[in-house]
Structure formats: C-alpha cells, structure tokens
C-alpha cells in the first residue's frame, strides 16, 4: 500500500486534481469535503478515492478525522491543506462573521489538521505537509481583507512548522496559486474576470492540474530537503 494521504477540500476544483494526481503516483488518498454530498459522490464515483466529511474549520472534528482515517486505513504520511472559502466584501461592508469564518477555516483549519497529524509523522521520522496559500495573500486584494490575512498566515504558519518539523523528516511547504478556472472563481463579474487575466503575464487562468503537479512533488521522496518555502504557481503574477 503507498504513503497515505490527506487532502483537505479534495473532492471539487484544485483538491480534486491533487487527488487524481497523488493516486496516479501511488499514494492511497483520502479527499475531505465540508458539505457538498453530492459532489463528494459524484468525485469518488469519478476517481475511486474515498471521501470522509469533516469541517476543517472545527478543531476536535479534525482531531477525531485524522484518528478514524489512521484506523481505516493507516498512520497520515501525507497532509495537503487544501479546504479554503471566500466571503468577499471591502472593509468597510464585511461583518465580524465574514472574517471569522475565513480566518477559522482557511488559516485555523491547518493548525488543526497539522496539530492532528504532525505528532506521528515526526515519530515516524517521515512526513510531509503541503499549504495552500495564494497570490492574494502574497500581494493583497480588494474585497478580501479576511482571506488575504488568511492566506498570508499560511505562509509564516508553514515556514514555523518546518523549522520544527526539520530535524525530525517532516517537511512543510506552501503552494501559492495565482487565478485558477473553478467554482471558487464563479462568484467574481466577468468584466472583473477580463481585468485579471489580463493582469496575468501567461493571458489566461491556471488549470487544476498544474497546481496537482507542484503539490505531488512536494509531497514525494525527491522534494526531501525542499522545507519552509513557498511555490508560486500563477502564470507569472508578481514575478517582479
Ligand atoms: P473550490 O471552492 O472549488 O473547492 C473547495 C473545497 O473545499 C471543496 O471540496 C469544499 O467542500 C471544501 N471545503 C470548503 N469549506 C470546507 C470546510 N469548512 N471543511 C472542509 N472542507 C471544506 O475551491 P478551489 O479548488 O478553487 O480552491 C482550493 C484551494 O485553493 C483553496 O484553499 C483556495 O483558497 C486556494 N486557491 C484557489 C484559487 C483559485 O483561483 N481557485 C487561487 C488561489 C488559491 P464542499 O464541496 O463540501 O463544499
């Protein structure tokens, strides 16, 4: 049986490639989702890769997901902290609930995870742990005050978890997507979409399958001494 692996939102978009893509290379996946039953069905009727339904954003449900999937089917080698949500809205119109729901599952949702899954990687002497940050939270965006914060936390969370995890086998990285074409995107106008992509050096969205690619690297034996850093993968947003 390969390295098993955690993917965090792994049943739709960005996730649901990362799964593809790590059962293509061995690994035995397991795909959170948070609520979407039907979309869970239809991916594992698609893939084959079972699912299990937690809220990232609630911490003891993390606990007790990580223990039930270390009986079913073994100890976690592999944790992507994939699970993130929008709530879009400028400062001066966002409420309280809108950050905190962001802050708590895109930015607590990996403390969590991690807090459940590191101690036994760090026993074993093997591990590796992979963030799903994003450009917005390298350069900041209008609308999104909460996720931007979110996004950035991720990228200092990862660099304090490698220093801890270095010694011990345990790599922690960080993916920072650019513009990716999935449901996340669904809810942005068309005129703002033209704005972006014409922001971006490539001239078009990024495909799941190119973030996937980034995240099975780093999760394989060959990214072994690549720890605390951050991939940009955006099309060349922000390069300069
Ligand atoms: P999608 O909206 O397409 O999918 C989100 C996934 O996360 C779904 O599987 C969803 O489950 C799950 N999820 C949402 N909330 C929770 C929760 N509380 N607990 C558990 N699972 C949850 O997102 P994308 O694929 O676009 O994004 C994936 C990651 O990439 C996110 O972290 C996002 O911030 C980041 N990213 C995306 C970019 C883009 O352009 N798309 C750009 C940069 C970063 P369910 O189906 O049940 O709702």
């Known amino acids: 049986m390969g ?24 690994r035995t996946v397991i795909a959170s989702y948070g609520g979407n039953d039907a979309a869970a069905q239809d991916f594992t009727e698609r893939t084959g890769i079972a699912t299990q339904k937690w809220d990232v954003g609630d911490h003891e449900q993390c606990q007790d997901a990580v223990a039930k999937i270390a009986t079913d089917h073994g100890e976690v080698d592999i944790l992507v902290n994939n699970a993130g949500i929008t709530r879009d809205a400028t400062l001066m119109k966002m409420t309280y609930e809108q950050w905190e729901e962001v802050l708590r599952v895109d930015l607590s949702g990996c403390f969590s995870m991690a807090k459940a899954a590191f101690p036994k990687m760090r026993e074993r002497g093997w591990g590796r742990i992979v963030n799903v940050g994003s450009v917005n939270g390298q350069s900041g ?6 996720y931007a914060a979110a996004k950035s936390g991720i990228h200092g969370f990862t660099k304090s978890l490698a220093a801890e995890g270095a010694r011990y086998g345990v790599t922690a990285n960080a993916i920072a997507p650019g513009y990716i074409a999935t449901d996340m995107l669904a809810t942005i106008p068309d005129t703002v979409m033209e704005k972006i992509v014409a922001q971006i050096p490539m001239g078009r969205l990024g495909e799941p399958g190119e973030i996937a690619r980034g995240v099975e690297f780093l999760t394989s034996d060959n990214a072994g001494w690549i720890t605390g850093s951050t991939l940009s993968i955006n099309g ?3 390069m300069y």
């Open 3 to 26: 390295r098993i692996a955690i993917v965090t939102g792994g049943t739709r978009g960005i996730g649901e490639a990362i799964c593809v893509r790590l059962k293509e290379h061995g």
């Open 141 to 146: 965006q209008i609308g999104q005050v909460n």
């Open 236 to 238: 060349g947003m922000h």
